[in-house]
């Protein structure tokens, strides 16, 4: 069964940074892009970016590129996406998903983290 | 950028009625277009792909056509099930897009 779980929920300060994982079971790691989806107060839904887990390859929505890094670590087949500088616009639900080339949509999300930004 | 405009953010229907919900695309799109299902405090759950594939394990109630710009979603008979929130979105270039989503309540 695929399964992708993520890290639980954060609360930071802002100007700092956050680091959260996304650990895939179920499924060959490097065969799929793992991409990063934020979700604003059960709004729409914005891509931040995807890694190719096999190469560590990284592409980012302009948008995000600065705030999001995006990395992998294979041995554990979890993917990690860290936020810098956090202010209060980053407050937001944070989805890991599933693409390939095969299957180039996000057939499979994690369960979420809800990043909370506040002094 | 690619935007996508689901023009009803949301829905009040009855059970039991047909509902169609629409996504336009800023270009065309070639049929890479993806419809998300949100229930309320759930994980978007993906529905359908290319289109007019629905997912396995999808309701057969629930349909995807359009091509070029414009695509549809469709349900044919709405059921209790099926209050959340759908999403399109577009993979034929990044950045990936999703619409701004269209909510369905029951009446």
């Known amino acids: 069964e695929v399964q992708l779980q993520q890290s639980g929920p954060e609360l930071e300060k802002p100007g700092a940074s956050v680091k959260i994982s996304c650990k895939a079971s179920g499924y060959s790691f490097s065969g799929y892009n793992m991409n990063w989806v934020k979700q604003n107060n059960g709004k729409s839904l914005e891509w931040i970016g995807n890694i190719d887990p096999y190469y560590g390859d990284a592409t980012y929505n302009q948008k995000f590129r600065g705030k999001a890094t995006l990395t992998v670590d294979k041995s554990s087949s979890t993917a990690y996406m860290q936020l810098k500088s956090l202010t209060s616009e980053d407050s937001a639900v944070y989805y890991c998903?599933?693409?390939?080339?095969?299957?180039?949509?996000?057939?499979?999300w994690g369960q979420g983290t809800t990043l909370t930004v506040s002094s | 950028d690619i935007q996508m405009t689901q023009s009803s953010s949301s829905f009040s229907v009855s059970l039991g009625d047909r509902v169609t919900i629409t996504c336009k695309a800023s270009e065309d799109i070639y049929n890479r277009l993806a419809w998300y299902q949100q229930k309320p405090g759930n994980v978007p759950r993906l529905l359908i792909s290319?289109?007019?594939s629905l997912e396995t394990g999808g309701p057969s109630r629930f349909s995807g056509s359009g091509s070029g710009k414009d695509y549809t979603l469709s349900i044919t008979s709405l059921q209790t099930e099926d209050v959340a929130t759908y999403y399109c979105q577009q993979y034929w270039s990044t950045p990936y897009t999703f619409g701004g989503g269209t909510k369905l309540e029951i009446k």
């Open positions: 998903a599933r693409r390939s080339l095969l299957r180039p949509y996000f057939d499979y």
């Open positions: 290319g289109a007019t």
